[in-house]
């Protein structure tokens, strides 16, 4: 017998074995170790015997047995609950039957198959109860299959798209903190057929039945409860996600349909996002044309994310120069330039297909790889007092239209290790120049999540508005790199970066990092002024000096750049060593100190508090 207790949450009831003679509880239950008696001597049926009966069973017979929810199974790819068949309809579920629907969907005789094809009672207690072993949930499942039965292609397509965002790129950002389930997806496909009307569920609109899925499971989680399509009392977000994972949630699911499905991107199932990438990165570089190809939100977001994943190519390929001489480092970087073909481009790429966008952008891959040739020929030559010849500044002029800062900057940097300060002085006038408020920071060390960080809006807006091609360089700025083999290109605080490990250090590293922090790496806007602070403290120009430090801190501290920072530590650094060339060392070492604190591992403010205190 169903007992809806007044302690039980909805969707759930308490069971009594009933006698066989009369529909009254019977006390004498077979087993004794699974009933419970409460204050008033009623016995209730606890749900834990079955899965420790199912459970004795799979053990005595020596198979395996896996358990997810009330389901127990010899597999991982089966599940099997065993449940109780309800009599008649549970109360909760009588106000779907009746509720006015706008549509025609459930139709009036999938209704009446619907009320013939009952409900279960599972053993799942309610996640927040106190008394979850004697709670018995309430499963309409058998009317949901019949609902799904009933869909069309178009609805299955949407099904499965919201299934792929939610495996490949929400559940993926949420990062095991709460979890969006297929049912959540399901229900929000339920209440979309309801609500949509029929003429909106073609191919052609497709899109916009997803987003507007995406925003039923917004505004159910702005308001903390997803409503369960039956039975609308029930909150499917209890046991899933908690306040601050709905503000996680909230956050994804707003980028998602802010920028029109473009995280689709980022879907590795099926190699659907990578396919979809080229198909539309195809269209817009060819017709040149991406705001009539493509909406505006995928445009801009399409272009961070490619300008930010060519970034994780070349990161790939100089990783194999890391360990290398300086003298073999040059003869790796030139083979890779003069036989870059598309198969060397298909022995970096981690992906399964080789892509349309690689092949598109071998120029501009090649340009980055004779930036670091250029930087370690000059290094050598540094290093041993040799001249450096003509060749190195063409390699340098080849690779100036990377991007508008990167290059640039490493010519300035080796132009003031060199001593050459006002050839160094004219090309940081020319990076500041170019350096404009629409210019996006790029990072590819696998700090720039377009997930995660806002892009410029400015940025965005002259993609969208501006038939450009969306991968302009223009108009972004990578993180200036320099290997190890570059060091005498660099000043020489900068040395530090490049052994920032103190220790076990490196056992804390994630495996990408582990690709790029022997590198000193520095966002671009920061190491400008820095390098500016430096050449103007040489030419002695005061004036200009001062300048300069305030700009590198507007760059670090100014609120609505901070989404522009993706080295904070380093940039902070370079400040601090400014503080410490302004005789300030006691402000120098609490940047340090604040820096080792936000940061404790990996992170060459270990040195610099190590340096300072040997100093003092």
Not at 91 to 120: K, Q, V, Y
Not at 314 to 329: G, I, K, N, W, Y
Not at 406 to 435: I, N, P
């Amino acid at each position: 017998m169903m007992v809806k207790h007044p302690t039980c949450s909805p969707q759930h009831y308490r069971l009594q074995h009933a006698r066989s003679d009369l529909p009254l509880p019977q006390y004498e239950l077979p087993y004794e170790e699974y009933r419970v008696t409460d204050l008033d001597g009623n016995v209730y049926m606890s749900n834990r015997f079955i899965g420790h009966t199912i459970r004795q069973s799979h053990f005595a017979h020596n198979l395996p047995y896996f358990q997810a929810g009330p389901s127990h199974s010899h597999s991982e790819m089966y599940d099997f609950v065993l449940a109780y068949r309800c009599r008649q309809l549970p109360a909760e579920c009588d106000s779907w039957f009746t509720r006015p629907r706008h549509g025609n969907w459930p139709t009036p005789e999938m209704l009446h198959i619907a009320r013939e094809l009952g409900c279960f009672l599972l053993p799942d207690g309610h996640c927040f109860s106190e008394h979850s072993a004697l709670e018995w949930r309430v499963s309409p499942s058998l009317i949901e299959r019949h609902l799904m039965f009933s869909m069309e292609t178009i609805h299955i397509h949407c099904y499965v798209t919201l299934k792929l965002l939610k495996k490949d790129t929400i559940n993926a950002y949420l990062n095991g903190n709460g979890k969006l389930t297929s049912f959540h997806c399901k229900t929000a496909l339920f209440y979309a057929r309801e609500q949509l009307l029929p003429e909106m569920w073609t191919d052609d609109h497709l899109f916009d039945c997803i987003i507007y899925c995406l925003k039923l499971l917004l505004e159910w989680t702005i308001r903390g409860h997803c409503p369960h399509y039956i039975m609308d009392e029930v909150n499917l977000f209890d046991g899933k996600l908690n306040s601050e994972q709905r503000g996680r949630l909230q956050t994804i699911l707003t980028i998602i349909i802010e920028t029109h499905l473009a995280p689709l991107a980022l879907v590795k199932t099926d190699d659907l996002g990578l396919r979809l990438l080229h198909n539309v990165y195809t269209v817009a570089i060819w017709d040149m044309t991406p705001r009539r190809a493509v909406c505006q939100g995928i445009t801009g977001f399409l272009s961070v994310y490619v300008n930010g994943r060519q970034m994780v190519y070349v990161r790939d390929m100089l990783h194999a120069v890391t360990d290398r001489s300086p003298d073999e480092a040059c003869l790796y970087l030139h083979s890779l330039i003069t036989e870059l073909p598309l198969q060397q481009l298909h022995r970096h790429n981690s992906e399964r297909t080789l892509s349309r966008l690689d092949a598109v952008n071998r120029d501009s891959l090649i340009r980055y790889l004779q930036q670091h040739l250029a930087s370690t020929a000059a290094s050598i030559c540094l290093q041993q007092g040799i001249h450096m010849g003509s060749r190195i500044l063409a390699w340098y002029d080849e690779a100036m239209n990377t991007d508008v800062a990167s290059t640039r900057l490493k010519l300035a940097s080796m132009l003031y290790c060199k001593g050459d300060l006002q050839l160094a002085a004219d090309v940081l006038e020319d990076v500041e120049r170019r350096y404009n408020i629409t210019v996006q920071a790029m990072c590819g060390c696998g700090r720039m999540d377009p997930l995660v960080r806002k892009a410029n809006e400015l940025f965005i807006e002259v993609v969208n508005d501006e038939d450009i091609d969306v991968l302009s360089t223009d108009r972004v700025a990578y993180c200036v790199r320099f290997l190890p083999q570059e060091a005498f290109c660099v000043p020489p605080i900068l040395h530090y970066e490049m052994v920032r490990a103190v220790g076990d250090d490196f056992q804390h590293r994630r495996r990408a990092d582990r690709k790029w922090m022997n590198w000193a790496v520095v966002d671009s806007r920061p190491f400008l002024h820095y390098l500016q602070y430096l050449t103007f403290r040489g030419l002695g120009l005061r004036h200009r000096q001062l300048q300069a430090l305030r700009s590198l801190v507007v760059s670090i501290r100014d609120g609505h750049r901070q989404h522009q920072l993706f080295h904070p530590e380093t940039a902070t650094h370079l400040f601090a060593h400014c503080m410490e060339m302004e005789n300030q060392p006691d402000l120098a070492l609490d940047l340090y100190l604040k820096s080792q604190s936000a940061m404790p591992r990996n992170n060459a403010a270990n040195w610099h508090i190590r340096r300072l205190a040997g100093l003092q």
